[in-house]
């Protein structure tokens, strides 16, 4: 029995909460594709119900909010790293896909 | 088994918090991470792997998606449904998302009921959370089975980008598989709840670890079953909505 003192017990209102809450942003980020939202409203859009369901996942149907600092630390920051991988990667897709339009295409419009 | 539990029980009062808390728990010689137990710790780092994982693919398919020259085949009308006499878009995709979160709502339910030491409705809330699983696994393969019929191949597609193709196969196989898995997952402990492998009267072991099982492990498996919701939840917004 020892063990089980460990884990993570809540009440049931905030899970049902939350639930419902995940499925409310659900039926938004959906509903972006449905009004045809364009550029960039569309795009922050579709971050905000993202960060805010992924964040909503990880606090509470994952405890994390619960959790020591410790561990929190350790899990979470690590993927901030790839924030520079996809710096990275976002300038050489840029590279690219210029070299494409300028020999694949037959050149930029010069204005 | 009983004293080192005792010994390394939940965070005791007295420790720090905050910053002075993490340099304290790093800096104890002794078990980092209060209050969890290993399995837990072990999953949040496979977790941690696997979000580098699915990273990379979601990274590389914005490569591509902005290096290429051609238009992105629209996702929005090639995952649409003819239903009730029109083409809803992305239909199956929304369905699919309101699954996968119903899922993860049973599946919160069913790791507060284990700690509630309640077989029953564990076991019953685990097996509904795998039924929703695979039944989300039988729409991606209806998506698949669809979209191959269209001329979609990883290496080509007759409405835009090549590339298309290898993201999608790519993302949502990997993604798949992981739900597929993580169905297989919660049956294994359904059943060991259902057969009181988890109580405190049985001295039953666990096969590979030949150590007895207590609930956290649900809650264990439950880290895996949110984590699958949490990629679907980025492989909805990039792939599907962008």
Not at chain 2, 32 to 39: I, L, R
Not at chain 2, 73 to 81: I, V
Not at chain 2, 176 to 181: A, E, F, M, W, Y
Request: net charge neutral.
């Amino acid at each position: 029995m020892s063990s089980t003192t460990e884990g993570q017990q809540h009440p049931l209102g905030i899970y049902f909460k939350i639930w419902g809450l995940l499925f409310v942003l659900s039926a938004f980020s959906y509903a972006v594709d449905i009004l045809e939202f364009q550029g960039y409203l569309r795009w922050s859009l579709i971050l905000i119900f993202m960060l805010l369901k992924a964040g909503l996942i990880v606090a509470i149907f994952m405890h994390m909010v619960w959790e020591r600092l410790a561990i929190v630390y350790a899990i979470l920051l690590p993927p901030l790293a790839l924030m520079v991988l996809m710096a990275l990667m976002a300038l050489e897709a840029d590279y690219t896909h210029l070299t494409r339009l300028l020999y694949f295409l037959g050149g930029i419009p010069l204005k | 088994m009983a004293e080192t539990n005792v010994e390394h029980s939940a965070a005791s009062i007295d420790r720090p918090d905050g910053m002075q808390g993490v340099i304290a728990d790093w800096a104890s010689d002794q078990r980092a991470f209060k209050g969890v137990p290993w399995g837990k710790a072990m999953m949040w780092i496979f977790l941690l792997s696997d979000t580098f994982i699915f990273s990379t693919f979601l990274i590389s398919y914005m490569t591509v998606r902005m290096s290429t020259a051609v238009p992105w085949p629209p996702s929005s009308e090639l995952f649409a449904l003819h239903m009730f006499g029109a083409d809803i878009p992305l239909i199956l995709i929304a369905i699919m998302t309101f699954i996968l979160i119903t899922s993860s709502g049973t599946m919160v339910l069913a790791v507060n009921y284990g700690y509630r030491l309640d077989r029953k409705k564990t076991t019953l809330l685990l097996i509904i959370t795998a039924i929703l699983g695979a039944s989300f696994v039988g729409m991606q393969a209806f998506e698949w089975t669809k979209l191959i019929h269209e001329g979609v191949r990883p290496w080509g597609n007759p409405f835009g980008a090549e590339q298309f193709g290898a993201c999608f196969f790519m993302i949502t196989g990997f993604h798949g598989l992981h739900v597929s898995i993580g169905v297989i997952f919660l049956l294994i402990v359904a059943r060991k709840v259902w057969r009181g492998d988890y109580e405190a009267n049985t001295e039953r072991r666990g096969f590979f670890t030949s150590h007895k099982g207590s609930y956290d492990i649900v809650e264990t498996t439950g880290l895996y079953w949110h984590f699958v919701d949490l990629v679907w939840v980025f492989i909805f917004a990039f792939f599907y909505l962008w």
